[in-house]
């Protein structure tokens, strides 16, 4: 598979909660957390579960940055 998003980040899956459309997957990533909202459809026909591995691939047009008041 070739992708032109370059933030390709090795993960596994650590929960899932599913609801009628749509599906948060929660992935640890070198002790990051990071959440991926997906299609309940497109979670089943990836097979995910929980400890599966997986890649999380990131492709923002924006990154929006914020410093603490």
Do not use: W, Y
């Amino acid at each position: 598979m070739q992708l032109s998003a370059r933030n390709q980040i090795r993960a596994t899956v650590t929960g899932i909660t599913s609801g009628e459309a749509t599906a948060n997957v929660v992935l640890e990533a070198s002790g990051v957390r990071l959440v991926a909202s997906i299609t309940v459809e497109a979670a089943r026909e990836l097979g995910l579960a929980e400890g599966r591995e997986v890649i999380a691939v990131i492709k923002a047009s924006d990154v929006i940055v914020a410093v603490p008041d």
